[in-house]
């Protein structure tokens, strides 16, 4: 089966939340970008946009009755960037972490517009 998207790590903001999760956790994670790689639609379970913060997506994991989300965008059509994580313990969006991706989205693009590759 061939892959639909790529995905990237800007930074070690993604690999400080990952490496900080139990091995369980890591595994579900793992499955979760592998569908986000592979499908040809991706559930609106598993990954949908922020609605109203400038392309900015999440990546939506549950594992027993822990909700963690991941921040990504997508770059060049088929490149998901992924951003920070956090562990969601409330309904409420969690503006600290959002502002935070949308920090890291902005240098993304910054870093790259002045020519590095990732």
């Given at each position: 089966?061939?892959?639909?998207r790529?995905l990237?790590?800007?930074?070690?903001?993604?690999?400080?939340?990952?490496?900080?999760?139990?091995?369980?956790v890591?595994d579900?994670?793992?499955?979760?970008?592998?569908?986000?790689?592979?499908?040809?639609?991706?559930p609106?379970?598993?990954?949908d946009?922020?609605?109203?913060?400038?392309?900015?997506?999440?990546?939506?994991?549950?594992?027993?009755?822990?909700?963690?989300?991941?921040?990504?965008?997508?770059?060049?059509g088929?490149?998901?960037?992924?951003?920070?994580?956090?562990?969601?313990?409330?309904?409420?969006?969690?503006?600290k972490?959002?502002?935070?991706?949308?920090?890291?989205?902005?240098?993304?693009f910054?870093?790259k517009?002045?020519?590095?590759k990732?």
């Amino acid at each position: 089966m061939e892959s639909k998207r790529k995905l990237i790590h800007f930074r070690n903001y993604y690999w400080d939340f990952f490496n900080s999760l139990t091995d369980k956790v890591k595994d579900k994670i793992d499955y979760v970008l592998i569908l986000v790689t592979m499908a040809d639609k991706i559930p609106k379970k598993f990954f949908d946009q922020m609605v109203g913060y400038d392309g900015l997506f999440e990546i939506r994991i549950e594992y027993e009755s822990n909700i963690y989300r991941i921040f990504c965008c997508f770059d060049e059509g088929n490149i998901v960037v992924l951003f920070n994580g956090f562990q969601k313990k409330t309904q409420k969006k969690p503006k600290k972490e959002i502002e935070k991706a949308l920090r890291i989205k902005q240098e993304y693009f910054e870093y790259k517009r002045k020519g590095n590759k990732k």
